[in-house]
């Protein structure tokens, strides 16, 4: 019996084992992050986007207060490392939101998320600044290109306009999403050099989202018209799914930027499969999105940059 057994115990193993890999927590964090683009329009078309998103990530954070592995040590934390609380909620909660929807205001749909979809590019380019172990490496930037290129494909179906009386807007608004990118990656790196702190993953990623979204929401109120909470039940279904995604997002990348083989620059790669999740998405959720050629072919193109992405990793480990 013990015999007829083993099998069983190292296939759960495995099992286990892949559920835990690096490469299976980030494409689930990635999905889920793939399902804000709905829930996010369906959340503004009843209240302001600051007001939105400050509301958002702070109940975010307080879903995840009760996970807190340890009361007495986050306390500690908080007391001997308050900056770094407040520099991660700075970078990558407020700056990174406040840029993010100042810009789109400003900027065609398409353009928004050609900008957005090159972030794994400026984290690249943040890490090879500010991290000694984490370079841009030609392999690297060739993988970041062409995905960046299916990005393109999947995007351009809606439209680019750069002419007109809004130029120097649009050129405005893409600056302050270049700009939001920047931020984003030097929030990974942050989180990523705090790594050997005793601070939990799950702690830091709950502060700091509640300190960043009540930044966002004091903020909106110089910015945007406050007009209370009492809305229809789909905003208040949209806003409790994007607070537990962004709880359950944050807290698998934060531990995963933890991780002291896992860096920034390469996990960073796999966000590139994000619009791709969030297009699949919106064809089964609203019923004005249809697939088009040029978007399968863009995610063809994705899916191939990540695939020998890493199928060089693994040579390179074996080796």
């Not at 015999?3 to 835990?20: A, R, V, Y």
């Not at 807290?251 to 933890?258: E, G």
Request: proline letters at 4%.
């Amino acid at each position: 019996m013990r015999f007829s057994e083993l099998p069983i115990n190292l296939n759960t193993n495995c099992m286990s084992s892949g559920f835990k890999s690096t490469s299976f927590l980030a494409i689930l964090a990635c999905l889920l992050w793939s399902t804000a683009f709905v829930g996010i329009k369906i959340g503004l078309e009843y209240t302001s986007p600051m007001q939105f998103a400050g509301t958002r990530f702070f109940i975010a954070g307080a879903m995840l207060l009760p996970l807190v592995p340890s009361w007495k040590k986050l306390g500690s934390a908080l007391v001997q490392y308050p900056l770094v609380f407040l520099k991660i909620a700075f970078f990558q909660t407020f700056v990174l939101y406040t840029l993010f929807y100042q810009g789109i205001n400003l900027v065609e749909g398409a353009t928004t998320a050609i900008i957005i979809g090159s972030q794994p590019l400026f984290t690249a380019l943040v890490a090879h600044v500010a991290m000694k172990n984490d370079l841009l490496t030609m392999k690297k930037f060739q993988t970041i290109v062409i995905g960046i290129a299916g990005i393109i494909l999947v995007a351009i179906e809606k439209g680019l306009s750069f002419s007109g009386a809004g130029l120097l807007s649009q050129l405005g608004g893409i600056g302050l999403l270049v700009l939001a990118n920047i931020a984003s990656g030097y929030g990974n790196v942050l989180v990523s050099r705090q790594s050997q702190l005793d601070i939990s993953p799950v702690s830091l990623s709950s502060v700091q989202l509640m300190l960043g979204g009540a930044g966002l929401f004091v903020i909106s109120l110089w910015v945007e018209p406050f007009n209370g909470f009492d809305f229809e039940w789909p905003y208040y279904v949209s806003l409790l799914w994007l607070s537990f995604l962004s709880a359950a997002a944050f807290s698998l990348w934060f531990t995963l930027l933890n991780r002291p083989a896992v860096k920034v620059s390469d996990l960073n790669i796999w966000k590139f499969i994000i619009p791709v999740f969030g297009a699949f998405f919106s064809w089964l959720l609203i019923e004005s999105e249809n697939p088009t050629l040029l978007q399968v072919v863009g995610m063809i193109i994705i899916g191939i940059s990540l695939v020998l992405y890493n199928l060089q990793n693994r040579k390179k480990k074996v080796l």
